[in-house]
Structures are given as structure tokens and as C-alpha cells.
């Protein structure tokens, strides 16, 4: 009985495989619409977790710098840094001496010669400085209240400061990460319906030029499923080519923009972390096209036999 089964289901796919190569020409504008859509789907997750590594690039660098009095002593520093760290928002606190403040001036500035001539000149001008790593930039509510309070503010020659325009430039990264995710998931839905409706259409001919054949293998006895199954097979295929094609045109496209470009960056886009991100993660991506692109092409072909199938059973 397996024997039996196997014979079938060989049957099945080695039917589907022929109807495919024989409808080449009707197969064409179903799998160039869901190359399309699968090319849209892999683009849009490469551009997003792209955007989200710059960010966390960016967010690294983001700090709020707390300048102590010279009279500050060891007691009163060591108590500030276990109240900072223990605030909610807080994600590391770190705590640099005046001579570790003047190394990190000094290495910041290192191409101006001056500033640093003047600095050494004089006893060392720079505070000692609490360094701030928040959790959350869109949250520091907690923070600025914390050192706001009279007891802490006492302790500071200068307000905190704040790097703003690198603020800025999270927030404007992350607004086009949400827009680029809205347009990439209104693309996807709209050339996915376009991909079933073609590959319904393309289905359907396929069946009006075969009825025939399916009109004598129901005279035979041959179930429904044995008569459905090469047109699934048939769309499942569209999907598999379509993912390999989509899958090429994305690494064509990092190769054209490392070759002719020659950048590592186009704007807000980091294309060589993109370039790696997809070849390292190229197995898993593959995957997911060919397990999308079988999933449109199934569904596709079901609907389009099972309504073909009920007209005829009338």
C-alpha cells in the first residue's frame, strides 16, 4: 500500500513538472509578479535589520555626561554613581577621574595640536565626569529629574550634556525604518494578491486547455486529489523558481553596489553591514523564499482547482 502510494505521489509531481516546462509561456507573468513580491519581502528585511544595527550603532555613542566639583570626595562619588545606576533607565554609569578625562580629551583631539597644547599649559581644567549610558533615549524623564534634585545639582559645576544631534539623527533613522516597514508591508500584500490572481488565472487555463484529458480521468475513476495535484506541483514550482530568481537579483544587487558604487554606505543605509547581513544569514533567507513563494503558489493553485473542480462535480 505505501508502494502503492509512492508510485502516486511520484506520478503527481513527475505530471506537475511537465505541465510546467509545457506552459512555460503562461508561467512567465505569474512567476514575474511573484519575483516581485518575493524580492520586496527579502529587501525589506535586509533594509530593516540594517536600520535597526545603525541604530544600536548610533544609541552606543549617546551619552550624558555629569561634570563633578573638584570637591566632590571619593564617599560622596561613590554614592552618586549607586544612585545613577540604580535608576530604571540606566543602563551602565561610569565614573572618570580629572586625569582620565584629560586622556580622553586628549585622544578626541588629538589632530588639533593647540587645543591640546593649552589644555597641558594649564592645571588641568576638565572635571571629573560621571558617564551616562541610558536604556531608553526616548525616555530620560527620570534621569534629568534625578539630576535636577538640589543634592545632586549641588555636586555639578555645569549642567548635564546631552549629544542632541546624534538624538536627531536616531529618531529620523527610525522614522524611515517605520515608513520603509509600512510601504514594504503594503507592497507585499498588494503584489501577493496580484501573484495569487495571476497564478489563479494561469491555473485556470491550464485546466480549460487540459479538459478534456481531466474530463476522461474522471470517466476513470481518478480521485480529485490525483487530478489537483499536478496543478499544485505546477504552482509550487512557480513559487521555488521565483524565490532562486529574487534571491539572485538581491545579490546582484550587493555585488553592482560594492563593484560600481565602491561605498560601504549610501546615506542612512549601511550597505556593507546589508552585504553581510545577507550573506551570512543567505541560507535562512533562501528558506523563507522558497517557503513563501511554495505558500503563494499552493494556495493559489487550490483555490483556482477547487473551484474548478466543484463547477464540474455540479
Known amino acids: 500500500m505505501g508502494k502503492k502510494k509512492l508510485i502516486t505521489f511520484w506520478r503527481i509531481v513527475h505530471t506537475g513538472m511537465v505541465n510546467f516546462a509545457r506552459n512555460i509561456s503562461l508561467a512567465i507573468a505569474a512567476m514575474a509578479i ?3 513580491t518575493l524580492t520586496i519581502v527579502l529587501f525589506s528585511l535586509i533594509i530593516n535589520d540594517t536600520f535597526s544595527h545603525t541604530i544600536y550603532q548610533i544609541t552606543s555613542k549617546i551619552d550624558i555626561s555629569v561634570y563633578l566639583k573638584d570637591s566632590v570626595n571619593q564617599q560622596q562619588t561613590a554614592k552618586l554613581l549607586g544612585e545613577i545606576r540604580s535608576l530604571s533607565n540606566v543602563q551602565s554609569a561610569a565614573y572618570l577621574s580629572k586625569a582620565q578625562a584629560l586622556k580622553v580629551y586628549e585622544a578626541q583631539n588629538s589632530s588639533n595640536q593647540q587645543l591640546i597644547q593649552a589644555v597641558q599649559e594649564t592645571n588641568n581644567p576638565l572635571p571629573a565626569t560621571i558617564i551616562i549610558k541610558p536604556r531608553n533615549l526616548n525616555d530620560l524623564s527620570s534621569i534629568k529629574s534625578f539630576l535636577s534634585l538640589p543634592a545632586v545639582n549641588k555636586l555639578q559645576t555645569d549642567p548635564p550634556s546631552y549629544s542632541g544631534q546624534e538624538k536627531q539623527a536616531i529618531d529620523r533613522i527610525t522614522h524611515a525604518t517605520n515608513v520603509l ?11 501577493a494578491v496580484v501573484s495569487v490572481l ?24 481518478a480521485s480529485t486529489s490525483y487530478i489537483r495535484g499536478p496543478f499544485i506541483v505546477e504552482s509550487i514550482i512557480y513559487g521555488v523558481v521565483s524565490a532562486m530568481i529574487s534571491v539572485l537579483i538581491i545579490n546582484e544587487a550587493f555585488q553592482a553596489s560594492s563593484t560600481t558604487l565602491q561605498a560601504s554606505s549610501l546615506g542612512l543605509l549601511d550597505i556593507g553591514y546589508a552585504n553581510q547581513f545577507f550573506t551570512d544569514k543567505f541560507l535562512v533567507l533562501l ?22 473542480l466543484k463547477f464540474k462535480s455540479r
Open 34 to 36: 511573484m519575483v516581485v
Open 181 to 191: 516597514r509600512e510601504i514594504g508591508v503594503v507592497a507585499v500584500i498588494v503584489f
Open 287 to 308: 528558506i523563507l523564499e522558497v517557503v513563501l513563494g511554495i505558500v503563494i503558489g499552493a494556495v493559489s493553485s487550490l483555490i483556482a482547482t477547487r473551484r474548478y
Open 198 to 221: 495571476i497564478i489563479f488565472n494561469t491555473i485556470q487555463m491550464a485546466i480549460f486547455n487540459r479538459r478534456d484529458e481531466i474530463q476522461i480521468m474522471r470517466l476513470l475513476g
